[in-house]
């Protein structure tokens, strides 16, 4: 992150020659401030790096509304040197034992994005999106959730923002249950049932939720609740994005700290 401070100069001339035409007029003339105020800083920018080479193809992001928050700057920039470090360093493991083996070495990928869901003056939401190939059958994704608040200065679970931990199950556990199967059945062609492996609907503890602010007026007015692959259904039903709205009820769970950043969404 780079800080631009501006630097000002300051010009006087002949100050020590003041004709008396001028002093005479000294008091009419408004007095001109010795120097300007320092500018405002830059605006936060998203963040992008990238690498892509015969070994790894790497990606890693975050949202201006995360640039503007230094200790997740900071916590971020770890995270992406080591992920990356990680990645080449497997990277060259596998190459290293393909090339001994005669098999054909495929690069290595990783992914990584903190994409805004919304905020406002209490909580940033942020999506956190990977997506990566390590040499398998095929690749892996995945979803999570990271809610910052400001004031405090730290991360918050999504239980955090309830008055008690059970509101967040009790307002939302039929509700994901119900809209799941409904996705599920779409996507498999059957109702839900017989009890296999990905019947069951997974607890909220394993998937994200990520309040979101949809039409940017600075509260939330949805809930997506995301299982990410193997959580909710097979690899080949992939992930399973369910939108809920926020409702009355669901505000009134909230604490109150954080309860003026959301609002009822309106019928669609």
Not at 50 to 62: P, R, Y
Not at 77 to 91: F, H, N, R, Y
Not at 102 to 124: C, E, I
Request: glycine share 8%; with cysteine; charged share 25%.
């Amino acid at each position: 992150m780079r800080q631009m401070t501006g630097i000002l100069a300051l010009t006087l001339a002949a100050c020590n020659q003041v004709s008396p035409a001028t002093t005479a007029n000294e008091a009419a003339v408004p007095a001109v401030a010795a120097s300007a105020p320092n500018p405002a800083p830059p605006a936060a920018k998203p963040f992008v790096a990238e690498e892509k080479n015969d070994l790894i193809d790497f990606h890693f992001g975050w949202s201006a509304e995360a640039a503007a928050v230094p200790a997740l700057v900071s916590r971020f920039t770890a995270e992406m040197d080591k992920v990356k470090m990680d990645l080449v360093t497997s990277a060259k493991e596998d190459k290293a034992w393909r090339d001994k083996e005669g098999l054909d070495f495929h690069g290595f990928m990783l992914s990584v994005d903190y994409k805004t869901a919304g905020q406002f003056d209490r909580l940033l939401s942020l999506s956190h999106e990977t997506g990566s190939y390590t040499g398998g059958a095929h690749g892996n994704s995945g979803v999570s959730a990271l809610l910052w608040d400001h004031k405090a200065g730290r991360e918050i679970s999504d239980k955090d923002l309830f008055m008690a931990p059970e509101n967040r199950d009790r307002l939302l556990t039929q509700r994901w249950c119900d809209a799941l199967n409904l996705a599920r059945e779409k996507k498999r062609g059957e109702p839900v049932g017989g009890g296999g492996m990905f019947d069951e609907c997974p607890n909220l503890d394993d998937i994200a939720l990520i309040p979101m602010d949809k039409d940017d007026n600075g509260r939330f007015e949805r809930l997506m609740l995301v299982a990410s692959p193997y959580v909710a259904g097979s690899y080949a039903e992939g992930s399973y994005e369910i939108d809920l709205p926020v409702t009355p009820d669901l505000i009134a769970g909230l604490k109150s700290v954080y309860r003026n950043g959301f609002e009822a969404a309106q019928p669609q």
